[in-house]
């Protein structure tokens, strides 16, 4: 099934060109959900290799999406932590401030620092910290653009693609469904109208497509390091992924 055509027609542009492509997912929920977490050991944040994260319920996956989960390179995923010396350690915060000015670590530094200043995500005192270390977890792809959209619309597992009913009422914003009416097979194209819903109808499934115009919610942290191809929020705008350059 070729995705070109489609992900032209959702970027705007029909060349693909060669660079590093990342795509990100990070939200509200997942902030909240996030700590204590088993996954978040100093060894699993060293490792690139793909992961599936079973328990984090954060990872919105509704019944549209439950046979297309992510799988996530934790190593290169983003890790903001806030400046709390109430309840973080200041040799630690100091640590990651050398690390990044802006205070936003690779999970592979990360790990360094926990195992340094012997923090553990683990543990259930860990919940402390919620809010304080958040994540903005890096979806594992092969870096390019082809494969950051595949992952970002969940095209990554085909021939599996979600279902839209043309009966539950769910309805398409009108410069989505243009842009797609010449993808084929219909089950692509009905794939990706789903991820380009009014928002209204997005709330409870599918996802709500924002372009390049507008940082999904819990990706806004890459605001002035990357630039934003595209991006999709889901729920209530609790979540959202990116596909940046």
Not at 5 to 30: C, E, I, K
Not at 76 to 98: H, I, Q
Not at 176 to 197: I, K, N, S, T
Request: negative net charge; contains cysteine.
């Amino acid at each position: 099934m070729d995705l070109t055509l489609a992900f032209a027609a959702l970027l705007g542009r029909s060349d693909f060109p060669v660079g590093s492509y990342d795509a990100y997912y990070g939200g509200d929920t997942l902030d909240e959900f996030l700590l204590p977490a088993s996954w978040l050991t100093p060894a699993a944040l060293a490792s690139s290799a793909p992961v599936a994260l079973p328990d984090v319920d954060a990872c919105f996956l509704d019944d549209d999406h439950a046979a297309l989960a992510w799988e996530f390179d934790l190593a290169n995923s983003l890790f903001a932590v806030e400046w709390a010396e109430d309840v973080l350690p200041a040799g630690f915060l100091a640590d990651v401030r050398a690390a990044d000015p802006g205070m936003l670590v690779r999970g592979v530094d990360l790990g360094v620092l926990l195992t340094r200043h012997g923090l553990d995500l683990t543990a259930e005192s860990a919940q402390r910290l919620s809010y304080r270390i958040s994540a903005l977890l890096r979806l594992a792809t092969d870096g390019t653009l082809h494969d950051a959209m595949r992952m970002a619309t969940f095209t990554h597992r085909l021939p599996v693609l979600a279902e839209l009913d043309s009966e539950d009422g769910r309805q398409v914003e009108q410069r989505w469904e243009e842009a797609l009416a010449g993808v084929e097979p219909p089950q692509l194209r009905d794939h990706l109208r789903l991820h380009c819903l009014e928002p209204f109808w997005s709330r409870a499934a599918g996802a709500h497509y924002l372009g390049a115009d507008v940082w999904p919610t819990g990706t806004s942290g890459l605001d002035g390091r990357r630039k934003l191809l595209a991006g999709w929020e889901f729920g209530e705008s609790q979540s959202g992924v990116a596909v940046v350059a």
